[in-house]
Structure formats: structure tokens, C-alpha cells
């Protein structure tokens, strides 16, 4: 049974970090493509960012970059979104995602299948 399960979330100031883990299991991680997603109070889903298979190359919405990195270890299984600079528009409850066919260099290129139930990051004073 595939099981995608995030953490790391929380209530954080504006300009402050989150670290956001998804633990990965049931199906050969470092064979697909991974992908966050978030969504906001009241507003629909949000891609973020994503990362290929094996961790080559990397994605992020332009609103993203330079503020968020994407990261993976297919050793310990583990999707990672480093979240620096964080604003309260980043408020949002955050998923991650894996993509529906395997070894796709860019990520949702098929869309994805399995979603995680999701980590809330609020982010206010």
C-alpha cells in the first residue's frame, strides 16, 4: 500500500524556516518523480515544486524560487521542502505527491496518483 505521510509543519513568523518531511512507502521510491502541492484557506491546489526520479533536476513555481529548495533521499525514502523567507501568503496546507508513471524527468509530466493527507504551515505574527 502506498503511503505518503508529511510532517514538519506549524505556525511560524514571517521571514522564518520550515523544514517539511514526506515519508515515503509501499512503492519503489527513487523510481518516480515527487512532487508539493499546497493548498490555501478557501483556494484550490497549488503546485509548488518538484524533483525527477533521481534527485537530477529540480522545479519550482516562479513564486518560489530562491525562497524554497527541493531535496530527496532515496536512501531513507524521504522528500524534503526547505521553506526559508516564508510570508503569510505561504499559509496553506501542504501535500506531497507522487507522480503516476515512473522515471519522468519532469514531475506531473502524467499527473500523479497518490497524495499525502497533507501538514498545515501557518505562517503569522
Known amino acids: 500500500e502506498v503511503q505518503l505521510v508529511e510532517s514538519g509543519g506549524g505556525l511560524v513568523q514571517p521571514g522564518g524556516s520550515l523544514r517539511l518531511s514526506c515519508a515515503a512507502s509501499?512503492?519503489?521510491?527513487?523510481?518516480?518523480?515527487m512532487s508539493w502541492v499546497r493548498q490555501a484557506p478557501g483556494k484550490g491546489l497549488e503546485w509548488v515544486s518538484g524533483i525527477s526520479w533521481n534527485g537530477g533536476s529540480t522545479y519550482y513555481a516562479e513564486f518560489m524560487k530562491g525562497r524554497f529548495t527541493i531535496s530527496r533521499d532515496n536512501v531513507q525514502n524521504t522528500l524534503y521542502l526547505q521553506m526559508n523567507s516564508l510570508k503569510s501568503e505561504d499559509t496553506a496546507v501542504y501535500y506531497c505527491?507522487?507522480?503516476?508513471?515512473?522515471?519522468?524527468?519532469?514531475?506531473?509530466?502524467?499527473?500523479?496518483?497518490?497524495w499525502g493527507k497533507g501538514t498545515l504551515v501557518t505562517v503569522s505574527s
Open positions: 509501499g512503492f519503489t521510491f527513487d523510481d518516480y518523480a
Open positions: 505527491a507522487k507522480d503516476t508513471a515512473s522515471r519522468t524527468e519532469v514531475p506531473g509530466t502524467d499527473g500523479m496518483d497518490y
